[in-house]
C-alpha cells in the first residue's frame, strides 16, 4: 500500500536545479513549510558543467557541482526538505495536490512548483557522454569563452543552430554547421545571420557518427569528429576543437501530459509575466518554460518568482479560508 507523509506542505517542488533551487530557499526563508524531489538528475544540468563563468559574484568561476550544492545547502539551512527521489505521479483536481514518489510515498502540498527542467537533445553517442561537458555541449552562451581562437563545429539546421553558430564567431575562429540535410529548416532571416558571416561554413549531407579525443582519467579533450557523407556513405576524420549541439531540448513535462497546459514543443504554458500555469496554485520556473534563455541565472530568477508567487497564493487562500468561516 503506498505510505502517506500525514503533513500537508505549503509548497512541494519537483526538481533541484538553479531554479527549484532557489525557489527553496525564497520559500522556506518566508517560512514555508517545504518539500523537495531531486528527481534522476540531482542539480539538474548545471551538475554537468565542469566550470560555470557567466554566474554572478564568482571572479574566478565556479565548478556547476559546487554552486549547486551550496545551494542545496542555502535551502536546508532554511529549513527544507530534501528527497533524493523521483516523482511518479501528480494529482491535481484538488487541492491539497498529491505527490507519488517511485517508491509508493505520496506527499501533499497547498502549492506546487514545476521546477524539472530540460534535456538537450542528443546524437546518442558514447563518445558524445564521454566528452559531455569537456569539449561537447549544447550552450554556446554558457561554454562558448573557453573556445576563443579555435576551431568547432555545431549540429543541426534550425533557429538554434544557426543562433548558436553565429554566437560562437565571437571566439572561434572558425565555426562549422555541419547538417544532414542540403538545406536548413532555420528562418530566412538566421539563415543569412549564419551565411553572412565569414567565419561560418557549412558541410551538407553529413552526419556525426562519433567523437574523439584525448581521455585519461580527468583529462579530456576533443580533438575531432568521425563524420559520414549521407549520400555516398564514406566516413572521415573532421578535426575541431569542440562540438555543440544545436539539435533542440526537450522539456521534462511527461508528468504532466494531459494535467497542465503545454504548447507545441511541450513546454508549461504560463500566464504573462508569472510562472502561475493553467492549474492555480501550480508554479513552472526554470527550463521547464523558458525555451529562449535557459541559463542558470535566467532560471534561478524565475525560481524566485515562483516562490514569491506561491507565498502570495497561500496569503489569499487563508484570507479567502478565513471570510468564509465568518
Not at 558543467?49 to 545551494?71: A, K
Not at 543552430?161 to 554566437?167: K, L
Not at 508554479?283 to 502570495?312: P, S
Request: proline share 3%.
Amino acid at each position: 500500500m503506498p505510505k502517506l507523509n500525514k503533513e500537508i506542505y505549503d509548497v512541494a517542488i519537483i526538481g533541484t536545479g538553479p531554479a527549484g533551487l532557489t525557489a527553496a530557499i525564497y520559500a522556506s526563508r518566508a517560512d514555508l513549510s517545504v518539500v523537495m524531489f531531486e528527481g534522476s538528475l540531482p542539480g539538474g544540468q548545471l551538475t554537468q558543467t565542469s566550470e560555470v563563468e557567466n554566474y554572478p559574484g564568482f571572479r574566478e568561476g565556479v565548478n556547476g557541482f559546487m554552486l549547486i550544492d551550496d545551494m542545496r545547502h542555502q535551502a536546508l539551512r532554511f529549513g527544507a526538505e530534501i528527497h533524493f527521489a523521483i516523482v511518479t505521479e501528480v494529482e491535481l483536481e484538488g487541492r491539497p495536490y498529491t505527490v507519488t514518489l517511485d517508491d509508493g510515498t505520496t506527499f501533499e502540498a497547498r502549492t506546487l512548483v514545476v521546477a524539472s527542467g530540460a534535456r538537450p537533445r542528443k546524437l546518442g553517442l558514447e563518445s558524445e557522454t564521454l566528452f559531455w561537458g569537456a569539449g561537447v555541449s549544447s550552450c554556446a552562451t554558457c561554454d562558448g569563452a573557453f573556445f576563443r581562437d579555435r576551431e568547432v563545429a555545431v549540429i543541426g539546421g534550425g533557429d538554434s543552430a544557426m543562433e548558436e553558430a553565429t554566437f560562437l564567431t565571437k571566439f572561434a575562429s572558425k565555426v562549422t554547421i555541419i547538417h544532414r540535410r542540403d538545406d536548413l529548416r532555420a528562418s530566412a532571416i538566421m539563415q543569412k545571420r549564419a551565411m553572412d558571416n565569414p567565419k561560418v561554413e557549412f558541410l551538407w549531407s553529413h552526419e556525426v557518427v562519433d567523437i574523439y579525443g584525448e581521455a585519461e582519467g580527468r583529462v579530456k579533450d576533443v580533438k575531432g569528429l568521425k563524420v559520414k557523407d549521407r549520400k555516398t556513405g564514406e566516413v572521415r576524420d573532421f578535426p575541431v576543437d569542440g562540438l555543440f549541439l544545436g539539435i533542440g531540448h526537450i522539456p521534462n513535462t511527461d508528468l504532466f501530459t494531459g494535467k497542465l497546459d503545454t504548447d507545441d514543443e511541450g513546454y508549461l504554458v504560463t500566464a504573462p509575466d508569472s510562472t502561475q500555469t493553467s492549474v492555480p496554485g501550480v508554479f513552472a520556473v526554470g527550463d521547464v518554460q523558458d525555451k529562449v534563455f535557459r541559463q542558470a541565472i535566467t532560471a534561478a530568477g524565475t525560481g524566485c518568482m515562483g516562490a514569491l508567487e506561491a507565498e502570495r497564493f497561500l496569503a489569499d487562500l487563508e484570507d479567502e479560508e478565513a471570510a468564509a468561516a465568518q
